[in-house]
């Protein structure tokens, strides 16, 4: 909390970058293959404690970064959560320990297919090896392991990052007290994964594609990225926040009637599409999104073994405007893990702005979230 | 009906072409710009009676034609309403006269901005003017008055095609006794536009779209009217009928994982995409959604002025899984009518296959259908 008891914010941070994994100890992936070197940017807000009992560990989603919080020096905007993240805010850096990480595959500053492979002296491209969401909860773990953290109080994400949190409970209970998982899914359905393919062709049939090694030719497949970025924005949104924010208002006061931008809402689109190409990867949009449309641990019989055993307590939030995973692919989350004994606190809550609502403050949502990090903190990990 | 009392087919049917409209006699578009020659590419089906009393005219979708019902010699798939229009069916040809006209704008016949520009001997690309729903009931107008029918029974359309018979009836009722609108809207929300800016955006934004000259210079932008059309593709079916289709099937048994088509769904969108480069054109694709951006027919406070006067009966129907025309669309349209007298029949139907559900043969809504025509027929134009 600040001086003048508002909620404030963490301050000018910096990410940091650390070598996980190199060639004499590589990262094994959940296919056998291995990857080497592997270094992971992150960032880290708040304190821990001597017990080292504090840590929360947020996973981001699929356009995210390990900047969550603050303000990087020359930056004007704060980290991706920082409504979140900070002195009085729900996880309040003045008694919580929090660390983000830019997720392998990703393009800012964590090993990925745009990153130099060693063998090639070239970006990776296509050769760069399909990941599971294991294996992101595999490089999380080692760099929890680095900060000398054994225990987590909890790990907490939206929409991919929920899919992380809720994969690292199943794969190593004895990791974490409990799994915040927000606005996500254990399985994507067919309309969910027609998106997502329509996004990767528009991307992989960009001529400056070039087959993935685009950053060798000196090409940028912005056309296919943008346009990916564009489709993927209309779903994270909701249709009545569509029309609150835009309506059928037009861009311009006096426009003549053409194909370039007439309506407020094609302007705010083309903004989408052209500011992603500044802060994304066309590859990484690949590779992760294939992350998500393989996810579906319950389709291993063995998922809930070890979790049975040490319950991992979860809470589970929907939106009941996300049309991208709504409220019953949170509920056939929360089903798996009621069969399982595992405690689940589940809510479905009020919002108008669709499948991004778990990135905005409204004040239930944080509520929430604050009652139940108070809780979590109290118990200890 | 056939012999066999079974619904059958109206048979080898062949498309005629008419010029309606020609540089002494230009079409005048609602901007005030004018166009000639003005072809337009026709079907009909069924036999007109002495009193000219039973024409149906079928107003098409986004991408349909004028080939609405029977076979082309040549072809093994019927029409595109093959399932609405036939002996014994609910336009039953041996006793309506069924009319389907390609719009202008579009492709298969009708003049378009894919034809020649008689002014530069090249096609008009993006020279084509900007057409409202008001011009395609105008030509539409123009081809019944050539066939000698002064009133029709009716004017039935779905999606864009409702489009058409609302503007008809509401600024020619006296052309019309009934309009019927299909799973249509007056008034597309920022979503749709948005989902339509995206498909337009894939469609300029390729290399091969020259500025909409792609046809004087030998090339297709067949990258972006595939993506768009695969995205649209979406939203025509409801969520439901994506994970009933298909759900997370693999494509193949023994499959590599990567960035082609792993899933079953993907292989639909890529037939999609693939088969709608041999019928449709890119310019049609950006002309046509464009007017159904525009139109609002009830922004004008003197919509309803004319049909007041004169009512046309109208049957509303919407599909409870659509979700590009939701029920809420349709709901606005009834009230509008009823706030003005017109006499209005509504039903929101049940189907599991979102708007394409407009095209599909459910026996409630044939049903509804059959009982309606059934009774407009009795009554008469």
Redesign the interface.
């Known amino acids: 909390m600040t001086a003048s008891g508002q909620p404030g914010s963490v301050g000018v941070v910096e990410t940091s970058t650390v070598r996980l994994f190199n060639e004499d100890a590589p990262l094994v992936l959940a296919s056998g293959e291995t990857l080497a070197p592997v270094d992971v940017a992150y960032e880290t807000y708040g304190v821990l404690d001597a017990e080292a009992s504090n840590a929360v560990f947020i996973c981001h989603a699929l356009t995210g970064d390990a900047h969550a919080a603050g303000y990087h020096a020359d930056a004007t905007r704060p980290g991706w959560w920082d409504n979140l993240i900070g002195p009085g805010k729900p996880l309040d850096t003045d008694r919580f320990f929090v660390i983000c990480a830019n997720l392998i595959g990703g393009c800012q500053g964590s090993t990925g297919p745009s990153s130099t492979n060693p063998e090639t002296g070239q970006a990776y491209g296509?050769d760069f090896p399909?990941l599971e969401v294991s294996d992101l909860v595999t490089v999380h773990r080692a760099l929890v392991a680095h900060l000398g953290i054994t225990r987590l109080l909890a790990v907490v994400g939206g929409s991919l990052g929920g899919m992380q949190a809720l994969q690292w409970a199943l794969s190593h209970p004895d990791d974490l007290a409990n799994a915040v998982v927000v606005a996500s899914s254990s399985?994507?359905?067919?309309?969910n994964?027609?998106?997502s393919?329509?996004a990767?062709?528009?991307i992989?049939?960009?001529?400056q594609f070039r087959n993935g090694q685009y950053a060798a030719e000196g090409t940028l497949p912005a056309?296919g990225l943008?346009?990916a970025r564009?489709?993927a924005h209309?779903t994270y949104?909701s249709?009545d926040a569509?029309?609150e924010?835009?309506?059928?208002a037009p861009q311009f006061e006096t426009s003549r009637?053409?194909?370039g931008i007439?309506?407020?809402?094609?302007s705010y689109?083309?903004h989408q599409?052209t500011t992603f190409l500044e802060r994304f990867d066309a590859l990484s949009y690949?590779y992760l999104t294939?992350v998500m449309?393989?996810f579906?641990p319950f389709a291993d019989p063995h998922a809930l073994d070890r979790i049975r055993e040490r319950p991992v307590r979860h809470l589970v939030l929907s939106f009941d405007t996300d049309?991208r995973f709504s409220t019953d692919h949170s509920l056939r989350i929360v089903r798996r893990l009621e069969r399982a004994g595992v405690p689940v606190s589940f809510r479905e809550l009020t919002s108008a702005y669709g499948h991004d609502s778990f990135l905005l403050a409204s004040p239930t949502y944080h509520a929430t979230l604050t009652a139940y990090f108070d809780h979590a903190l109290e118990v200890g990990p």
């Open positions: 296509l399909l399985r994507l359905t067919a309309q994964i027609a998106f393919a329509v990767r062709r528009a992989m049939a960009d001529r056309v943008s346009i564009m489709m209309i949104l249709e569509f029309t924010k835009f309506g059928r009637r053409g194909f007439d309506f407020a809402v094609e689109l083309d599409g690949l294939r449309d393989y579906d049309w």
